[in-house]
């Protein structure tokens, strides 16, 4: 029995992809959003109506959630660096707290 036979039966699938956390993480954002209406190209897109940045903020805050790095979130959702990324979640953040209408989103974007 070889390192590569007990690897196949400690849990790790050989036909799994190697970032299947990412991709399951991207495919919740995708279904969030489609639950607030927003398609994934608009998330993609630089459109600054306010029901697309929410979504686009839920998104990157719940990507930072599942442990994701600014710089990789910047480039799943088409930014060009990751400052807009952390701009994004921080202001999440902050709705979430004060803005009741961003909080129901957020639960919505959840539940998807």
Same mark, same amino acid.
């Given at each position: 029995?070889?390192?590569?036979?007990?690897?196949?039966?400690i849990? *790790?699938?050989?036909?799994?992809?190697?970032?299947?956390?990412?991709?399951?993480? @991207?495919?919740? %954002?995708?279904?969030?959003?489609? *639950?607030?209406?927003?398609?994934?190209?608009? @998330?993609?897109?630089? %459109? *600054?109506?306010?029901?697309?940045?929410?979504?686009?903020?839920?998104? %990157?805050?719940?990507?930072?959630?599942?442990?994701?790095?600014?710089? *990789?979130?910047?480039?799943?959702?088409?930014?060009?660096n990751? =400052?807009?990324?952390?701009?994004?979640?921080?202001? =999440?953040?902050?709705?979430?707290?004060?803005?009741?209408?961003?909080?129901?989103?957020?639960?919505?974007? @959840?539940?998807?």
């Open positions: 029995m070889n390192d590569s036979d007990i690897q196949l039966m849990g *790790r699938l050989s036909y799994a992809s190697l970032d299947y956390e990412g991709t399951v993480a @991207i495919d919740q %954002c995708k279904r969030g959003a489609e *639950r607030l209406g927003v398609e994934w190209d608009e @998330i993609q897109s630089t %459109c *600054r109506v306010r029901r697309i940045v929410d979504a686009r903020r839920l998104c %990157c805050s719940h990507l930072r959630t599942k442990g994701w790095t600014f710089d *990789r979130i910047a480039d799943a959702i088409g930014y060009t990751h =400052a807009t990324a952390l701009h994004h979640v921080r202001v =999440a953040e902050e709705m979430k707290t004060f803005d009741k209408d961003f909080l129901n989103k957020h639960l919505t974007f @959840i539940q998807a």
